[in-house]
């Protein structure tokens, strides 16, 4: 069965960068898209960014010009290089995977169990 684990969250200070990562197995990688989400307190998941199986990366509004995902189909893992963090990047991040096309919906089959991330003032 597919499995996929973040790593990489902490505590950062404005202005600060980290880089998350995701390793995936279960089935083959470079046919997955694969996508980052995120959770705050009291809030919704949201769309972060995500990446198509050939290599076409997606970003919300609210993260362009600062985050920027990347995959790597020989490590079987995804990437996402978080700078300029604000307080309001705080989450919790997942990782999220499907095989098949990305849609505008952003309908993911498999998911992480999340790591956290926290943007300190």
């Known amino acids: 069965q597919v499995q996929l684990v973040e790593s990489g969250g902490g505590l950062v200070q404005a202005g600060g960068s980290l880089r998350l990562s995701c390793a995936a197995s279960?089935?083959?990688?470079?046919?997955?898209?694969m996508g980052w989400f995120r959770q705050a307190p009291g809030k919704e998941r949201e769309f972060v960014a995500d990446?198509?199986?050939?290599?076409?990366?997606y970003y919300s509004d609210s993260v362009k010009d600062r985050f920027t995902i990347s995959r790597d189909n020989a490590k079987n893992a995804v990437y996402l290089q978080m700078n300029s963090l604000r307080v309001e990047d705080t989450a919790v991040y997942y990782c999220?995977?499907?095989?098949?096309?990305?849609?505008?919906?952003?309908?993911?089959?498999?998911w992480g169990q999340g790591t956290q991330v926290t943007v300190s003032s």
């Open positions: 990446i198509s199986r050939s290599d076409i990366a």
């Open positions: 999220a995977a499907k095989w098949g096309d990305i849609d505008r919906l952003r309908q993911y089959d498999y």
């Open positions: 279960g089935r083959t990688f470079s046919r997955a898209a």
